[in-house]
């Protein structure tokens, strides 16, 4: 009897995390709408989020780590490693 090897589904983030997107990319226009109010808010500037400086220690060799994966992922360090920080504090208190 033969047993049929299941093919794990992997989800769209593993999948760029592991090829990449530069050869997925395409040149051409995305159209983009916004939320009429969203829109509104955004011109007005009700939407600027204060954002507050912190000093944490890391060890070196992680913050190149950092700075390596943000680079394949084509964002600012800061920016992902604000983007962890978000993610675990939803799971931590079961937001979304």
């Given at each position: 009897?033969?047993?049929?090897?299941?093919?794990?589904?992997?989800?769209?983030?593993?999948?760029?995390?592991?090829?990449?997107?530069?050869?997925?990319?395409?040149?051409?226009?995305?159209?983009l709408s916004l939320d009429q109010a969203l829109?509104?808010?955004i011109l007005l500037g009700?939407?600027?989020?204060?954002?507050?400086?912190?000093?944490?220690?890391?060890?070196?060799?992680?913050?190149?780590?950092v700075k390596k994966v943000a680079t394949r992922k084509g964002i600012p360090y800061q920016t992902l490693v604000r983007q962890w920080v978000a993610e675990e504090v939803r799971k931590?208190?079961?937001i979304a």
């Open positions: 009897m033969k047993v049929k090897a299941s093919k794990k589904r992997i989800t769209d983030r593993e999948f760029y995390d592991k090829q990449g997107i530069l050869g997925k990319m395409i040149e051409k226009d995305v159209p829109r509104r808010d009700k939407r600027k989020r204060r954002l507050r400086n912190v000093t944490i220690k890391i060890d070196p060799l992680y913050l190149i780590s931590e208190l079961k």
